[in-house]
């Protein structure tokens, strides 16, 4: 069993992944500002994970899993602050004696739009806030991390698919700060003996926990296709907007290679586990599966499978995208024996499932009359 700290652990991928860390046996420390995530969320998954007790000990702090020390601990913090980092890796509470023995890193602001006008605030999060980070596991001794890197990272690419060797061309602020704490991180490994690195790419992250109780939630109008088509076909948005018809490819429109979060949260399990067996290394991985969907057949999938129909417009393309992108993800079955297992189907079965049990995602639990999600208890 290890200590792991999940920065970002209450959002998207890092709830799954906590899951499935959880579900492996490890002890789970996350810190989260719920910029985009959600205590309910980690409620949720403790709830999926068996965990006993979930309970909020402070207005920032909760745990769960009987015992001490807890199972699963969530901070509210941030991961630009050394205070709140240092907090983490201090609660003893949290881990016992022992110290944190891996982190993922999951924080971070990632929509490509928004990162065209608040270039600023994408370098403070994502770059000054990965450089905090690294500096306090410096300060407790922690030399291993899996990064969440991108596929965003190749640009605009002709090749299909996509090798990690694949020239790094990104074309947005969303990009180029992962691109240089990709260099910063690399940097990092090569300065000091010592450290287990692993860069892992994702390619289009999608899907939801079967159980449909945990999935994605995002804020305002969702910037990508996945959670947009869920919601047209909840009702809460009128139609889909398919960015261009013209594209080379089979059906004209955009290709992509989605994989189910799932298989995304067991990769991190992969990774965490293979930097750990392995001597110290710098990985740099593609998580993708290998295959392109394109927008018109997401649709057809989803409806077929579903038994809904969505309804669509082609309009203009969007700037910045590019025809297709596809992972070679051999490196990843190569080095860690990882490859996704779940099909577009279970992708668009498990997505829907959350979407339809949670319309207006993890704000909707907060409403529920007579229902108190918030708990304090005192500390004694
Ligand atoms: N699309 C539509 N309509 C929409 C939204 C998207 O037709 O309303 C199309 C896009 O043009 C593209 C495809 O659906 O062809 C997928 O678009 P997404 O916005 O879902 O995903 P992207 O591939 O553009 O980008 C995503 C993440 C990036 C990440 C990248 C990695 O948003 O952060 O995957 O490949 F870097």
């Not at 779940?342 to 959350?354: E, M, N, Y």
Request: proline share 6%.
């Amino acid at each position: 069993m290890a200590t792991v700290l999940l920065t970002g652990g209450a959002g998207f991928i890092g709830s799954h992944t906590c899951l499935v860390l959880l579900e492996a046996g490890h002890r789970v420390v996350v810190v989260d500002d719920f910029s985009n995530g959600s205590p309910e969320a980690l409620r949720r998954v403790s709830e999926l994970a068996g965990l006993e007790g979930w309970r909020q000990l402070a207005p920032d702090r909760w745990v769960a899993g009987d015992g001490q020390p807890a199972l699963l601990t969530l901070l509210k913090g941030d991961v630009r602050s050394p205070r709140d980092l240092d907090r983490a890796f201090e609660d003893r509470e949290a881990m016992g004696d022992g110290g944190i023995d891996a982190v993922l890193h999951f924080a971070g602001l990632k929509a490509v739009g928004e990162s065209m006008g608040q270039p600023l605030r994408y370098w403070d999060v994502n770059v000054v806030g990965a450089v905090r980070l690294l500096e306090a596991m410096g300060r407790h001794g922690c030399q291993t991390l899996v990064f969440s890197s991108s596929a965003t990272l190749y640009g605009i690419t002709d090749r299909v698919p996509i090798p990690e060797t694949a020239p790094l061309q990104p074309i947005n602020p969303y990009g180029y700060t992962k691109a240089a704490v990709e260099r910063m991180l690399a940097d990092v490994a090569a300065s000091t003996a010592g450290w287990r690195i692993a860069l892992l790419r994702y390619f289009n992250p999608v899907g939801a926990h079967p159980s449909g109780r945990i999935g994605e939630d995002p804020n305002g109008v969702p910037n990508n296709l996945f959670p947009f088509l869920c919601q047209v076909a909840a009702g809460r948005r009128q139609r889909l907007e398919v960015f261009g018809g013209d594209w080379p490819t089979a059906d004209g429109t955009g290709v992509r290679d989605y994989l189910h979060v799932m298989d995304l949260a067991e990769g991190h399990g992969r990774a965490l586990e293979t930097l750990q067996a392995a001597p110290p290394q710098l990985l740099t991985l593609n998580l993708g599966s290998g295959r392109g969907h394109s927008v018109l057949e997401l649709v057809r999938s989803f409806e077929a499978t579903n038994g809904l129909t969505l309804p669509y417009a082609v309009v203009e393309r969007r700037p910045g995208d590019s025809a297709i992108s596809v992972a070679d993800p051999r490196e990843a079955e190569r080095h860690m024996g990882w490859r996704t297992r779940r099909s577009l189907a279970d992708i668009c079965r498990d997505g829907w499932a959350w979407q339809s049990a949670n319309p207006e995602g993890y704000r909707g639990s907060d409403r529920q009359p007579g229902r108190s999600l918030i708990q304090v208890q005192p500390v004694s």
